[in-house]
Each structure stands twice: as structure tokens, then as C-alpha cells.
């Protein structure tokens, strides 16, 4: 079974920055693709940004496109989401998502089985 552990939120001001941490474990051919999702109060959970790890294939919501940045420590089991430049309307519930299949853009959250717990981005003005 994969298991996803998120941690590096936290509260900053618009214009700051934070980096997200997904560590990950349980068979590496299950989470062949890697993606982080958020959720904020009353709205659906969104994809943010999505990582290949067979040949690095990103790709991003174009909500957060030049400004967040996914990446994979392989050595670590890690995947993170690099957070630049935050705005207010980023706030919400990160969550690190796992799919043994290939990342496809348009990604939707019905199509991972395996989920972190979250992790808070709180972002003010």
C-alpha cells in the first residue's frame, strides 16, 4: 500500500513563500504519478501540479503556472511543491496524491487512489 505524509504548510503574507513536502512510501510502481491537489472551504478539490516520475513530466494549473513549482527527490521518497510568489485566493488544504498510472494534463482527484492527510496554506493579505 502507498502511504503519502504532507508537511510544510503554515500562515504568510501575500507575496511570500513556502515549500511542501510529500514523503512517500510502499511500492515506487504504484505512485508513477505524483501530484499535489488543494481544497479550499466550500469549493472542489482542485489539481495544482503533477509530476511523472518515470521522465519528470510536469504540468501545472494554469492558476499557479510560473508561480508554484513541482519536483522529486527520488533518493528521499519525496516530492515537493515549491510555493512562490502566494496570493490570498491560495489558501486551502494541500493534499500530495499517488497514481500508479501516467499523469495525463486535466488531471481530476477521482482518479488517485492514494492520499495524504493534508497539509494548511493560509495565505493574507
Known amino acids: 500500500q502507498v502511504q503519502l505524509v504532507e508537511s510544510g504548510g503554515g500562515s504568510v503574507q501575500a507575496g511570500g513563500s513556502l515549500r511542501l513536502s510529500c514523503a512517500a512510501s510502499?511500492?515506487?510502481?504504484?505512485?508513477?504519478?505524483m501530484s499535489w491537489f488543494r481544497q479550499a472551504p466550500g469549493k472542489e478539490r482542485e489539481g495544482v501540479a503533477q509530476i511523472y516520475i518515470v521522465n519528470g513530466w510536469t504540468d501545472y494549473s494554469d492558476s499557479v503556472k510560473g508561480r508554484f513549482t513541482i519536483s522529486l527527490d527520488s533518493a528521499k521518497n519525496t516530492a515537493y511543491l515549491q510555493l512562490n510568489v502566494l496570493r490570498p485566493e491560495d489558501t486551502a488544504m494541500y493534499y500530495c496524491a499517488a497514481d500508479r498510472r501516467a499523469c495525463e494534463p486535466g488531471v481530476r482527484a477521482s482518479e488517485f487512489p492514494f492520499w495524504g492527510q493534508g497539509t494548511q496554506v493560509t495565505v493574507s493579505s
Open positions: 510502499g511500492p515506487h510502481y504504484k505512485r508513477n504519478c
